[in-house]
């Protein structure tokens, strides 16, 4: 007979399941997880939030007038790469 702990029997193999990490391993994966979740999100919900102003005529223009500008309003400075993560650090917070 095969016990819990060496797989199964079944060709050896180890554990399969959650138990498979460590509590800390599983809390660094699971922040890792979220920091890059929120790395991708962070700019969209940025875009989106900005189109919902109504000003932009897509997310295209939305995008390219929060990274370089407006010239049409008058040369509105654009933010740059940073102005789509202004609001990471509270959203990590």
């Known amino acids: 007979t095969s016990s819990s702990s060496d797989g199964g029997g079944s060709g050896?193999?180890?554990?399969?399941?959650?138990?498979t990490l460590s509590?800390?391993?599983?809390?660094?994966?699971?922040?890792?997880?979220?920091?890059?979740?929120?790395?991708?999100?962070?700019?969209?919900?940025?875009?989106?939030?900005?189109?919902?102003?109504?000003?932009?005529g897509g997310m295209g223009h939305a995008l390219a007038t929060i990274v370089r500008g407006d010239a049409a309003a008058g040369g509105v400075p654009g933010e740059g790469w940073t102005g789509l993560y202004r609001s990471l650090p509270v959203t990590v917070m």
């Not at 050896?12 to 138990?19: A, I, P, S, T």
């Not at 920091?35 to 102003?53: A, E, F, I």
């Open 23 to 56: 509590s800390s391993q599983a809390a660094l994966a699971g922040c890792v997880a979220t920091l890059l979740h929120d790395l991708v999100m962070t700019p969209m919900d940025t875009v989106k939030q900005r189109m919902q102003l109504g000003h932009y």
């Open 12 to 19: 050896g193999g180890g554990h399969v399941g959650h138990d």
